[in-house]
DNA sequence: TTGTACGCGTTATCAT
DNA sequence: ATGATAACGCGTACAA
């Protein structure tokens, strides 16, 4: 039942910095640690992580941020799967997690991250075009690592993945199965994620020589846009509509379908993210998949060398994504 | 630039213990208090919170242990809005969360949080009817408060929904409405929530004298074994389906059009948990609302009385839930 | 290899 | 109301 190092040291009858190094792995010779070991077997001593602390400078904490709107949070799986892969990675290194969600002020949040002694560094989610909070941590010298990214953050470290390269590969595929009125249904104008994927699929359709003027509406995410934004690109005689997400391409399916037009072979339906729903659609929906959990795994890695050596340059991360080609767009294969 | 409470001290010319006064609201002269703040004011001093935590024994930190399948902790919003709640309640105290997943042995995250000095408290998910680390968490002398409740926690301090009530409640509508041949779908049987719900089915069943024989097939709070467990329930002959969860539902309702029948008419159809979809379905799905975000700031607030009173003996709380009747059930209503 | 002694930054106790 | 001063528990130079 000792509760402190000293006591430790008392009961093996050797000093506390000896107690202190086998705790730590410090040279040790074998029988003194064998005898510190038998006590410490019998003690169920915890150390005071807060005195480690202190003492050491390091906590062997990291913080996440994702102030986000808490509706959003709710319903869309990324920031769970986003959640996991960090949580694995911090496990790989038997480091905690004080998570912040946006229910203080970003100036509270960030004067709570940025107090000395509670975390080693953060990982911050990166989604809006300007937050204030995203800057107050880059501007700190708390070590801090990004997910997804602004284009003004090109000396701070993230992980994102390419939405760009995506969106015009859906799009390419769109057009390669014979569509060219293809409509769009934006996010959120401010959101980076958004914004990079209208930049692919306007590139892509730059590319082949077709026209956008009149294919985008602008949609927030949710998939109540979905369905009035599918109803006036159709409105306008799409042939095809990319979603940039699921839970609107959800919406739009619903719209599309109400109106008695088939799937894909009136209007071709593609989304992005790949939720657990997609596959299970009527038809199965054509997305993009990324890969969240490791998303988040590669930006606590990341995070870690930031840690342990604050002098490292910024590292940039862009992960692969996957095109994921169901019914919705090469239709003729069985329906479920 | 003052980094510690010492320079804060020199630079205001007082002692180190009436800048901690006038950091932490002691009595303190107006005069003196405005003089502090003023360099306080220009100096962006934050206070090192590992210390502070040493001294006064108290981190302010909670502690989140959320120990489940990481497949539904991707798809049910459950863990999201529980986390939000927390995190909510959390604000209010200006408190910070500590969270663990399950992403290492429940005797490392059991070890990691029992460390002295890390939080003062922990809310545990507890659905699993054995579960070491919620086990040891009430044998510790940490601070505890459940979300859920296992029969054998009597003596803890919980948060929970009455889901027995629930389910009966959902039962008894659905033999309101002319029902006798209610199949039942259940989760996982060692699921707290799920046996509860199932105890309420049987006993709403019970008391209105109709048999349980070969009505209850096992599920998993998956939607595939919606599918396949209504196909079974469809196969003898029943004219309602009652799902312990709305993932379930969803499957079921797939198998239940698969077939060409009718729902309501041909077989009435429930769920439970009124996730997001469950409005949008075609038709509207029954279920039952329990308000996941205000358990989880309910068990902080438990908490929290714990922490300031470790002497008080266990507060246990059930939440209400609310029947949602849509037309799954009742019908007739307007399509959407 | 082991022990001594100091420092980490704060709160809290006790005088004044 | 304010100021010394002693904890808080641990890591770690430095000395032995």
Redesign the interface.
Known sequence: MA?TIDELAVLSGVSRATVSRVLNGGSVSAKTRSRVEAVLGETNY??????R??ASGR?N?VG?VMHID?HL???D?Y???L??GM??A??DR?A??????G??SKE?TL??I?????VDGVVVTANSLDDPLVDGLLASELPTVLVGHRKADRTASYVDVDGVHAADAMTTHLISIGRSRIGYITGMPRNVAAADRLAGYRQAMKRAGLSVADTIVEGDFN?PTGVTGAASLLDRGVDAIFCANDAMALGAL?TIRARGLRVPEDVALAGFDDL??AA?LDPPLTTVRQGVREQGAEAVRNLFELIEDRSRSPRRVLLPTELVIRQSTVGGGPRT
């Open positions: 509760r915890r150390p005071n992580l807060a005195a602390s202190l906590s904490v996440v808490p949070l709710f319903q799986p920031f769970s799967q959640l996991q949580s694995s911090l496990a038997s905690g997690m004080m998570l912040w969600l229910n203080r509270d004067g709570t940025l107090s000395m002694g509670l998939t619903e657990e729903f299970r």
